[in-house]
């Protein structure tokens, strides 16, 4: 075949793959693509934390109801995950799911073990509207700064579910992988 048989072929195929539709961002788990995720270091989200409480403490010895905080910690991680801790003053997935309308206008602040899926699920929630940064390190940085871990009752532990033993957290915390 001569030079110009080649080029057409050429043209030919890539009109036809330009033409194939592509994958969307979604296929991929929202890991591409999409609206651009604001992050929160463990600093900062501690510092919103420990602000809420001290506001729901004064609150309470006013004989006050607790301000309304302007946002919302959810631990997206599997329920054998959260049902060992979870970040205090965090919610569930579960939880925000099932009552969205009470959280809105809030800023969104998803996490999970390091923060692969929390910033999936914060892509998906951008796309929606919602305002939202990512825990990027999540619960790993949470302990790594060797910070509190709460039951889902509130109670206290030192148990955290890393997903893997390819983890390594602080010898003050129990490793929890199954």
């Known amino acids: 075949m001569n030079r110009n048989g080649w080029l057409g072929i050429l043209a030919l195929s890539a ?9 969307a961002p979604a296929q991929f788990g929202g ?7 604001e992050t929160i270091s463990t600093d900062q989200l501690q510092s919103l934390l420990d602000k809420q409480q001290r506001a729901a403490a004064d609150a309470k010895a006013a004989g006050q109801e607790a301000p309304t905080p302007d946002f919302v910690v959810v631990d997206v991680r599997s329920d054998a995950e959260v049902n ?14 099932a009552d969205r309308q009470q959280y809105q ?33 999540s619960i790993l940085k949470w302990v790594d700064a060797e910070l509190p871990l709460v039951t889902l009752d ?4 030192n ?10 957290i602080p010898s003050k915390y129990e490793q929890v992988t199954k």
Not at 84 to 97: D, L, M, R
């Open 31 to 37: 890991l591409f693509g999409g609206p651009e995720i």
């Open 154 to 157: 509130g109670k206290p532990t």
């Open 105 to 137: 206008g809030r800023t969104v602040i998803p996490y999970c073990t390091v923060g692969g899926r929390s910033g999936a699920y914060a892509k998906q929630l951008a796309a929606k509207g919602v305002k939202v940064k990512n825990y990027k390190g």
């Open 159 to 168: 148990r955290v579910h890393t997903y893997s033993d390819r983890y390594k």
């Open 84 to 97: 060992v801790s979870i970040i205090p003053g965090a919610i569930t997935k579960k939880q925000f799911e």
């Open 15 to 23: 009109m036809t793959l330009a033409l194939m539709p592509q994958p």
